[in-house]
């Protein structure tokens, strides 16, 4: 009697991971971008299920693959930040500010170590959210995880450093974010943003004869830089505050000298 085998399972690296779930994403915001579904009832319709569905699992995989290789005291700070997110967020969200504020802690993340860090803890944040409090936040996972790349990668080449530089790595967050953004909201939500400010501009870009999704992301240009100029502003503040042995315990913030370098505070934590 012959013994039956089994295949032994896939198992895709760190970085294959990533790259799938890039891939996975990219082809969901290009495929609602290629069909522009036009129902204003998109929630529970097929570009819900389709947008939920790849920004979902594009972001768990970016997720999985970044997790993999971060360093102990990379994770130790996903659980402070996911809640400075999850907090500050829902108060700004109920007092019906004009912007979100939902990231800070990812900023801080992405700062301090990275690219990949600051993106799973922006899709983390988002799918906590979803699964805890608003389950319309699961489809912005992906906004999430684009932000805290995008300041890992602007950490990196400095733009942490001083002030303005920090304004000008927000605004171009923001615009970024905002893009991103649109395709959720104009064929997911029907255009309806969860704060009723942004949701009153939108109504009002559409009354003027702007598509669903022009009227997104007129929308999305004008508030996520605003909100991420002032999320990194208040990240940056939080940063400098810290004292320098601190952040240079971080081995991306040491080795790309985020914030200047500090040649003291790196020869007493390598020591």
């Known amino acids: 009697m012959t013994a039956l085998r089994f295949a032994p399972p896939i198992r895709l690296s760190p970085g294959a991971r ?60 996903f659980p402070v930040a996911i809640t400075l997110n999850i907090v500050i967020g829902q108060v700004v969200r109920i007092s019906g500010l004009p912007v979100h504020l939902d990231s800070i802690g990812t900023v801080l993340v992405g700062a301090l170590a990275g690219p990949a860090a600051g993106a799973a803890c922006g ?20 906004t ?6 995008l300041v890992g990668l602007f950490a990196r080449f400095g733009l942490f450093r001083r002030a303005p530089a920090v304004v000008v790595a927000g605004a171009l967050i923001g615009v970024v974010a ?47 830089p605003l909100d991420k100029v002032v999320v990194c502003l208040l990240a940056y503040a939080v940063l400098s505050a810290l004292p320098a042995r601190l952040r240079q315990r971080f081995p991306f913030a040491r080795e790309h000298g985020v914030f200047g370098r500090d040649r003291r505070a790196a020869a007493e934590v390598g020591a």
């Open 123 to 142: 899709a983390l944040s988002s799918i906590t959210v979803g699964m805890t409090i608003n389950p319309g936040s699961l489809p912005y996972a992906v």
């Open 18 to 77: 990533t790259a799938l779930g890039t891939a996975v994403v990219v082809l969901t915001y290009a495929s609602l971008i290629a069909t522009r579904p036009t129902s204003p009832h998109g929630v529970g319709g097929s570009a819900a299920l389709l947008a939920l569905v790849g920004y979902l699992a594009g972001s768990l995989l970016i997720v999985s693959g970044a997790m993999a290789r971060l360093s102990t005291s990379t994770v130790t700070l």
């Open 144 to 149: 999430a995880a684009s932000v805290g790349a």
């Open 178 to 224: 905002g893009m991103v953004s649109a395709p959720t909201t104009a064929f997911v939500f029907g255009n309806a943003s969860g704060q009723l400010g942004q949701s009153v501009v939108i109504g009002t870009l559409q009354a003027y004869g702007n598509s669903m999704l022009e009227a997104a992301t007129i929308n999305g240009l004008i508030a996520d």
